[in-house]
Antibody, heavy 120, light 112 residues
Framework: EVQLVESGGGIFQPGGSLRLSCAASGFTFRSFEMNWVRQAPGQGLEWVSYISGSARSKRYADSVWGRCTISRDNSKNSMFLQINNLRAEDTAIYYC?????????????WGQGILVTVSS | QSVLTQFASVSGSPGQSITISCTGTSSDIGSHNYVSWYQQHPGKVPKLIIYEVTKRPSGVSNRFSGSKSDNTASLTISGLQAEDEADYYCCSYVDGRTFLYMFGTGTTVTVL
């Protein structure tokens, strides 16, 4: 069974940094692209970042470009998201997401999400 | 980076069919078939219900169907049921300069 478990959320200061982790299990992690998707309170879904299975390709939403770094450790079946210079608008539930098949452009498997609050 | 446009709300009576539209441009929805749809009940994790415009994942009811015409994708729910009351989001692969995906603004479906 595919399982994705996020950690690292909490309350952060504006201008500060955060590092979220996603622990994956139940599949061959290195064979799948992974993504982060977020949802601000009462708002819609927003794609944040993508990383290929080999980590050679990384992409970011305009809203976090220049402040964000996605990475992964295939030896530990883990993915990470670091966001610097945090803003109030980064407040959201962050989801770790996997496509249905390798090379597929959808979001089939979702973690339970982790809440990030940016506030002074 | 824009978003895909959806009507904010759609309602229908049990048993009816409703259609949710998702309007993009020739650079996103109009350029490929990587459009997906997600159902999200309040307080729950989103669920994939349609991928590649028309395909249903295993276990998803055949009352859900997808289609596309030019720059607009659509989700049809047939035989509306109380459990279909939820938020629905479309999503398109984009492959922009830096970004890769765009979600729609979301549609709240109410079963009367």
């Amino acid at each position: 069974e595919v399982q994705l478990v996020e950690s690292g959320g909490g309350i952060f200061q504006p201008g500060g940094s955060l590092r979220l982790s996603c622990a994956a299990s139940g599949f061959t992690f290195r064979s799948f692209e992974m993504n982060w998707v977020r949802q601000a309170p009462g708002q819609g879904l927003e794609w944040v970042s993508y990383i290929s299975g080999s980590a050679r390709s990384k992409r970011y939403a305009d809203s976090v470009w220049g402040r964000c770094t996605i990475s992964r450790d295939n030896s530990k079946n883990s993915m990470f998201l670091q966001i610097n210079n945090l803003r109030a608008e980064d407040t959201a539930i962050y989801y770790c997401v996997r496509p249905s098949f390798g090379g597929q452009w959808d979001f089939a498997y979702w973690g339970q999400g982790i809440l990030v609050t940016v506030s002074s | 980076q824009s978003v895909l446009t959806q009507f904010a709300s759609v309602s229908g009576s049990p048993g009816q069919s409703i259609t949710i539209s998702c309007t993009g441009t020739s650079s996103d929805i109009g350029s490929h078939n990587y459009v997906s749809w997600y159902q999200q009940h309040p307080g729950k994790v989103p669920k994939l219900i349609i991928y590649e415009v028309t395909k249903r994942p295993s276990g998803v009811s055949n009352r859900f169907s997808g289609s596309k015409s030019d720059n607009t994708a659509s989700l049809t729910i047939s035989g509306l049921q109380a459990e279909d009351e939820a938020d629905y989001y479309c999503c398109s692969y984009v492959d922009g300069r830096t970004f890769l995906y765009m979600f729609g603004t979301g549609t709240t479906v109410t079963v009367l």
